[in-house]
């Protein structure tokens, strides 16, 4: 039977890393790899994606409720630039907001965002019927600010405790997205007929503050990875104490970039969060559009979401046989997926089997790309590369957004057709560039990466 050849395990790679300047990632660092410590933080993790991405996915039916009955002057790309700035903001600030975790930790990180989160969704509740400037402040705005003040913290701690099983912490931590993803829809959809929509974001508020109190509890690093550039250095041989002063530099890390591998994963970023989510935007719109049986397109985007989770399954793989070989299949899955099924599809059949394929297979990358960084990085400088590949997110969804509502701006006969080209061939972009990096790390079939 073949063997799987491990990175960073080679020569080569601790050669490159001399090169770049930068230690070896698993020099004399031991992760517990499990134990109820390290589980209970996953789990703060988990409800951190609960309250933060289950959110952001049910923006669809936000889209929904501004579209027809809050923003009904608004164009959709107009409606759909608020969504766009709550992707941007949370990954534009991962640069800084992951380089300030690698100093400091998330003591206070995640409580200073779980405020602003939980206030945010409080203030939505509160937006006037078209008044787009407060539903572009406080639902894009603040709420973006907010999130990503929780969310890159929940995803750099799994390099604190996690290294062989890191791609299933990651994935564990990652289908909470999924679960609040079903669950925040399902409150909104059912709410909003009973109590009104102000009402039904306050009840998702509460929900969401009760998952970041745990969060903030159970979500920590551990003292023996604190940053190798931490704040105070003992200097080695004479014990003397210096004081290493942060400047505006320290806060963002481009060391990555030295590396070629690192800079094709934030290519591969840049197009695949250019279109990932147009499906999840667009889905519920276009099931309505194609008459399609109202239980069906008013939990379309629910189930999209519950399918999700199966995506854990995958992280299961990637364990075994490592993150790139996982991932590279499921991106151009999804793009043939959005190509050959959402394309042509016409009824609630052909609309439901994409929905609970390509949910699970997109969302592949999102989990395990942290992995992949993981595995080009030191720990002490996880938090700050992740953050760096994010950004290169943060601007595609920015763009994202608003080229897919250009496409289907007429409302009465929107361009579907293109808006489904334009999707899948970015998608397909993306996993023709996760091949190239592939054959950068390795050109033996059975490499683990």
């Known amino acids: 039977m073949a063997t799987l050849h491990t990175l960073p395990s080679t020569t080569n790679n601790e050669v490159e890393h001399r090169k770049l300047g930068s230690p070896d990632p698993s020099e004399g660092i031991e992760y517990p790899d499990g134990g109820l410590e390290a589980w209970l933080v996953i789990f703060g993790s988990f409800l951190a994606f609960f309250a933060t991405w289950g959110v952001i996915n049910s923006y669809g039916v936000f889209q929904e409720y501004y579209t027809t009955v809050l923003l009904p002057n608004e164009s959709s790309s107009t409606i759909s630039l608020i969504g766009a700035l709550q992707l941007f903001f949370l990954y534009g600030g991962a640069p800084v907001v992951g380089r300030i975790f690698d100093l400091y930790g998330p003591r206070v ?16 509740s509160f937006c006037q019927v078209n008044q787009t400037y407060q ?42 997205s999924s679960v609040g993803g079903v669950v925040c829809p399902i409150i909104l959809q059912q709410l909003i007929p009973k109590v009104g ?14 998952c970041l109190i745990v969060s903030c509890v159970t979500i920590k690093t551990r003292p023996t990875l604190k940053s190798r550039l931490g704040v105070d250095a003992v200097t080695a041989g004479a014990g003397k104490r210096e004081q290493k002063r942060i400047s505006i530099t320290d806060l963002v890390d481009l060391s990555g970039f030295k590396d070629p591998k690192f800079c094709l994963a934030c290519a591969t970023t840049f197009f695949l969060f250019y279109a990932q989510f147009i499906p999840y935007f667009y889905i519920e719109a276009y099931a309505k559009y194609r008459q399609v049986d109202s239980v069906i397109s008013q939990y379309v985007l629910s189930i999209m979401n519950a399918s999700a989770t199966l995506r854990l399954l995958v992280c299961l793989l990637a364990v075994t046989y490592g993150t790139l070989n996982v991932m590279i299949p499921s991106t151009l899955l999804s793009a043939i997926l959005v190509l050959a099924v959402w394309l042509p599809s016409r009824g609630a059949v052909p609309i439901t089997i994409f929905a609970v394929l390509y949910a699970p297979l997109s ?5 395990l790309s942290p992995a992949w960084v993981g595995a080009m990085s030191p720990p002490e400088r996880f938090g700050g590369r992740i953050g760096c590949m994010w950004f290169f997110a943060a601007v595609a969804c920015l763009a994202g957004a608003p080229t897919a509502g250009a496409f289907v701006k007429d409302r009465e006969h929107p361009g579907y057709t293109w808006l489904m080209l334009f999707t899948g061939l970015m998608i397909l972009t993306g996993g023709v560039i996760l091949v190239i990096a592939r054959v950068l790390h390795s050109r033996k079939i059975w490499y683990k990466i």
Request: aromatic fraction near 14%.
């Open 109 to 124: 990180l995640l409580p200073l965002g779980s405020m602003i989160t939980v206030i945010s969704l409080i203030l939505v």
């Open 135 to 176: 539903f572009f402040l406080a639902d894009g705005l603040l709420f973006g600010i907010g999130v990503t003040l929780v969310f890159t913290p929940a995803v750099a701690v799994a390099g604190h405790w996690f290294n062989k099983k890191r791609p299933f912490a990651i994935g564990v931590m990652a289908t909470g």
């Open 197 to 210: 929509f102000g009402w039904a974001v306050r009840v998702m508020a509460f929900v969401v503050m009760g």
């Open 363 to 367: 969302g592949v990358y999102i989990a």
